[in-house]
Nanobody, 123 residues
């Protein structure tokens, strides 16, 4: 199983980034693909998730109204469009997979983790 995250970078406050997560080795429709993030000195926190079977989307309060998660099953890819970024969004972002009957927002419940992609919001 591989989850390959990309799309991070340096962006100014108020700007946007789109993260991508390419998934391989899994039956996509059996999983929820999610995004977590971790900044220095903070615990890893859940950001968003999408059920690959039916497209149901889930968001943490910090992401609602600014972030949009989407999927392209044909490309085995999940995207996280992040708008109106602030310095508080600076973190390493990880994509994850969990079977779609699991607790998708729990760090310790994820079945698989990808490598992180760094997002830095700074002027």
């Amino acid at each position: 199983v591989q989850l390959q995250a990309s799309g991070g970078g340096l962006v100014r406050p108020g700007g946007s980034l789109r993260l991508s997560c390419v998934v391989s080795g899994l039956t996509l429709e059996d999983n929820i693909i999610g995004w977590f993030r971790q900044s220095p000195g903070h615990e890893r926190e859940w950001v968003s998730g999408i059920d690959m079977a039916d497209g149901t989307k889930y968001y943490a309060d910090s992401a609602k109204g600014r972030f949009t998660i989407s999927r392209d099953n044909a490309k085995s890819t999940v995207y996280l469009q992040m708008n109106r970024l602030s310095s508080e969004d600076t973190a390493t972002y990880y994509c994850t997979a969990i079977e779609n009957d699991g607790d998708y927002d729990r760090t310790d419940e994820q079945d698989y983790w990808g490598q992180g992609t760094q997002v830095t919001v700074s002027s």
